[in-house]
């Protein structure tokens, strides 16, 4: 069977390793830096290949941003499915938020500063993505406030939260003394005022 053709049978499969490697090489190069050659290259396709399932390079980063945050926002209602106590469920908010970053194949929180190369609509589709990935946070957050732990709840105290935790994806090191369970403990002990206790060094 020629290359060709084989490949085309294959490709349906491998939407979902298309959009990984895609997503880990904007974060890594940036979106202006990366080709389609080298995200054809990154899952061994031909470099006319990933048009096959997307129009474009903005489509690839849209569609990787849209489905990574909804796949990290199904991933955080069944960590916290069940749990009513809110320091507890902050707890777990964080610790799956590190993990998806640092653990997993879903850097779409890295990529909001790439959505410069995106249209008004592709903005949109990413906006109510991002809205729903951060509704358990604020619904936290007010049960948070609403109890006297934390001062407020307001929309800045979020995002901030959000920056502190995505910039951990520049110097957490997996092989370091720090685990990701401590560093979550220290992620929401400085939010509520509290002491996490030694975590050792990074």
Known sequence: MPRRKAEAGLEPNRRAE??????????????????????ADAVGM?????FYHFRSKQELLKTAMVEGLDAGYARLLAAIDGVSEPEQRLRILVRTHLGTLLEGECPAPMLLGETRALDAAAHAEIAAAFDRY???????????????????????????LFGMLNWSKHWYRA???????????SAVALLLGASPGDSGEL
């Not at 298309?18 to 995200?39: N, P, Q």
């Not at 358990?136 to 007010?142: E, R, S």
């Open 46 to 50: 031909r470099s006319g290949s990933p």
């Open 175 to 185: 092989d370091g003394r720090l685990s990701l369970d401590e560093l979550a403990d």
């Open 18 to 39: 298309l959009l990984r490697a895609a997503a880990r090489l904007f974060v890594e190069k940036g979106f202006d830096a990366t080709t389609t050659r080298d995200i």
């Open 134 to 160: 951060q509704a358990p946070w604020q619904a936290t957050l007010d049960e948070l406030a609403q109890a006297g732990k934390i001062p407020s709840a307001a929309s800045p105290v979020r995002l901030l």
